[in-house]
């Protein structure tokens, strides 16, 4: 079973920030936040990981509660193309780890 | 385009037919994934290769399915008898273990939707 609990759904207006959060209240101390996304009929790509500071990089910014049980993927300048379902997974960051997604939140962004 | 590739992208068949799936990875990773998806749900973990070695199965991977990387680079996902509860997406992914840092990320490729009639 996934480790984390996220909303089924969102909407964002186009050009405002998109805040995903996900719940990761039984995450182990070796254990990353990775957010991944998947555009309809595509494979999931790679959005950001972090471990417990908060990380940016081109697609989005990553803020990690102090207390690591919970995680806000940040969408700054939303557009039409971020429509898709955004996966919130927890995982060891060395070793050949499967991935364990959950159903995702589906993030609808509106003109 | 040096991403993953997976052959073919769309599979129809029917129910009792064999089917095999392709995959390339990023040349230079060692680590392969299989992965399967459902409509409206995430995807789910079939197997993993490091290098030729298939180190892990789901329970998922019944009988019926076999998944080989013979020479450690590409990989083929082969389903016997196929049923209609087959039909999904089989995704495939790729990562490095040799990658300095402490990063791991699996790149997906685009999948091969399969439907059995």
């Known amino acids: 079973d996934a480790k984390t609990t996220q909303p089924p759904s969102m909407d964002c207006a186009e050009g405002r920030a998109a805040n995903l959060p996900c719940n990761h209240s039984?995450?182990?101390?070796?254990?990353?936040v990775y957010w991944y996304r998947q555009i309809h009929s595509q494979g999931p790509q790679y959005i950001i990981h972090g471990l417990k500071n908060n990380e940016t990089n081109e697609m989005a910014s990553l803020i990690i509660t102090e207390d690591r049980k919970s995680s806000t993927l940040i969408l700054p300048h939303a557009t039409l193309r971020d429509t898709a379902v955004y996966y919130c997974i927890v995982r060891p960051n060395t070793g050949g780890f499967k991935t364990i997604f959950g159903a995702g939140t589906r993030l609808f962004v509106k003109a | 385009d040096t991403g993953v590739s997976q052959d073919p992208r769309h599979k129809i068949t029917k129910r009792g037919q064999n089917v095999t799936f392709r995959c390339d990875p990023i040349?230079?990773?060692?680590?392969l994934y299989w992965y399967r998806q459902t409509l409206g749900q995430g995807p789910e973990f079939l197997t993993y290769f490091q290098n030729e070695a298939q180190l892990e199965k789901s329970r998922l991977l019944s009988d019926r399915f076999s998944a080989e990387r013979p020479k450690g680079s590409f990989s083929t996902l082969e389903i016997q008898r196929t049923e209609q509860g087959d039909s999904a997406m089989y995704l495939c992914a790729s990562s490095s273990n040799r990658k300095r840092g402490d990063y791991n990320e699996q790149f997906f490729g685009p999948g091969t939707r399969l439907t059995v009639l």
């Open positions: 040349s230079e990773h060692n680590r």
């Open positions: 039984t995450i182990s101390g070796n254990e990353y």
